[in-house]
Structures are given as C-alpha cells and as structure tokens.
C-alpha cells in the first residue's frame, strides 16, 4: 500500500484494506471525487485515474510532484531546509539542535518557520506560481502543526509550527507516492462535485466519493463549509450515477458521538432496494478529530450501489 504523503484529515489509508476488497477490478476510469490525501486513488488498478478536489493548492502541488523530475523535487526541499536553517534531525540529531524528541521541535524551527511561510504567502500575493512554490507548500506542511494544510478567507497558509520535520520516514512516503503517480495515467481537476463532468462516465468506470462529513468537525467544514444543502446535492448526484449504470461507493458516517446524519439515513431507507451500506471499523486512532472518549464511536459505512 502506498501512503500519502499528506497527513490529510480524514484520510482513508487505514480503512484500506476494508474498503478496497468491495472494489471492482474491471475499471477503466476510476474517479476520486474528493481526492484529499490521494490515499485511495494512488492504491488502484485502472486505466486512467482523476483526482478531484476543490482544495486548488492540494491539485497543484500534485501536479509539481507528478511532472517534476523526482531528483530536482528532493534537491528543492533540501535546499528550501537549508535556505531558512530549519532543522533536519535525520541528518544531525536532535542534540545539535538542542532539543528532546519527546518535546520536538517546535522551539528551534518557529521563526525560522514563520519566515519561510511569511515569504511562501508574499509569494503568492506576487502571483509566483510556479512548481518551486508548491515544493515550498510541501516543506511548510512538514513542518506545520500535525502536518496539515490550510489557507485563511484571504489564501494564506496560516498554520502555526509543529513538532516534527523532514524525516526518513515522509521522505520514504514521499518518494514512494510520486513514483506511483508518475506510473499511473492520472489526471489532477479541480471542480465543485456539481460542475464534475460525468457525460463520458459508463458502467466500465467507478467513482469513488469521500465528502467532508456533515456531523464531524474538522478543517474542511471552516469557512462556511460541507451543510445541509450539499449533503442533499451530493445524494442526488449519487442517485443521477446510479440512473446512468455508474458504480460508485460512498464513505460516511451515519452517526457519530450522539449525532445523526438524518439526511443520508433517509435516504439509505428510501432506496434500500438499491443501495447496501457495509459497516466498517471506525479506528481512526490518531487522527485530529479523534478525542480521548473512546465511548462516543461513530458508525462508519462504505455504500455500494452494486
């Protein structure tokens, strides 16, 4: 299995060795809707593959990986490292650095840190957008707080500092998942799913959709996110592939620390004779949404519409 290179929330690697095994294995174009992380979609076997999300910096710093030779992608991040001095404890431990694992890193690397994400957004306010700018996106979400993306209302990367950097363990995924995106026929689109084209979609082809969970909190849902009101768009764009004989699977939750997802209930009961939802194991052990109540568990399901 390959991994993303991207701690990205909500990311499915650990529920794949559920999820794939409903999968067909006769699929021509296989459709990541809401690519995120890239974790499913770099796992599969198909002709042609598009990625999909409407995260416009996420598809871009894809796009540099895929179309950057792998050598000048890993001489970039080193140099960016060495450019604004932040730490690199494969390379000199963490005593050169004065500071304890247990601790991290966040002490040494914060100005050092702030400077190369105040020079990244200067960057783009110039309108700088080439592949060098996505590689320095790449080092700020290895050294930013758990590893994560996010942009404010006004584009700008806006995470404080974290604790870890560039160690062998993201270099190995890293060189891994861009080996396996240049193997792969793969497309990167960014489009609202409602706009997403599916004119050429047949019954050879599968769509698989991971939407931001209406009744979960994470960084997907800021800014006047995932509502109701996508919710039920998505369904009926679920129902419009199924009326066109496209497979497709969805992952969600039907419930989830005393909350409900009434609209996506409704209608699993309003077409239970064409669509089975799987229950899956909710074991998202270390990510960000999840807290230390292990009573409040959330119904996770995989629904086939084959």
Not at 128 to 142: A, K, Q, S, T
Not at 189 to 200: L, N, Q, V
Not at 222 to 250: P, Y
Not at 277 to 282: C, D, E, Q, T
């Amino acid at each position: 299995m390959i991994q993303s290179p991207l701690n990205y929330t909500g990311g499915k690697f650990k529920l794949l060795p559920q999820i794939l095994p409903y999968f067909p294995e006769d699929i021509d174009i296989f459709v990541d809707l809401f690519c995120g992380g890239c974790n499913v979609g770099v796992n599969i076997d198909a002709n042609t593959i598009i990625y999909n999300d409407l995260n416009q910096n996420l598809l871009y710093l894809y796009n540099a990986l895929k179309n950057l030779d792998k050598e000048s992608t890993f001489e970039w991040i080193y140099q960016i490292i060495d450019k604004y001095q932040l730490s690199l404890v494969s390379k000199n431990g963490y005593d050169y650095y004065k500071c304890e694992s247990s601790k991290g890193l966040g002490s040494y690397n914060k100005e050092k840190f702030l400077q190369l994400r105040a020079e990244f957004n200067q960057r783009k306010a110039n309108g700088n957008f080439d592949y060098y700018y996505y590689i320095m996106l790449y080092v700020l979400i290895v050294y930013s707080f758990n590893n994560q993306i996010r942009f404010n209302s006004c584009g700008e990367f806006n995470l404080p500092v974290g604790k870890r950097d560039f160690n062998r363990k993201m270099a190995d995924k890293l060189s891994a998942f861009i080996d396996r995106i240049k193997e792969q026929n793969c497309m990167f689109t960014c489009k609202d799913f409602r706009e997403f084209d599916i004119s050429e979609l047949d019954s050879n082809d599968f769509v698989y959709v991971d939407p931001p969970y209406l009744i979960t909190c994470a960084t997907y849902n800021e800014q006047g996110g995932w509502n109701e009101e996508s919710e039920r768009d998505l369904l009926a764009f679920l129902d419009t592939l199924s009326e066109k004989n496209i497979r497709f699977a969805l992952s969600n939750v039907l419930r989830s620390k005393g909350k409900e997802n009434h609209i996506l209930i409704e209608w699993l009961n309003k077409n239970s004779d064409k669509y089975r939802p799987i229950s899956l194991n909710y074991s998202y052990s270390n990510s960000n949404y999840q807290t230390k109540d292990r009573i409040s568990t959330s119904e996770e399901v995989l629904i086939l519409n084959y």
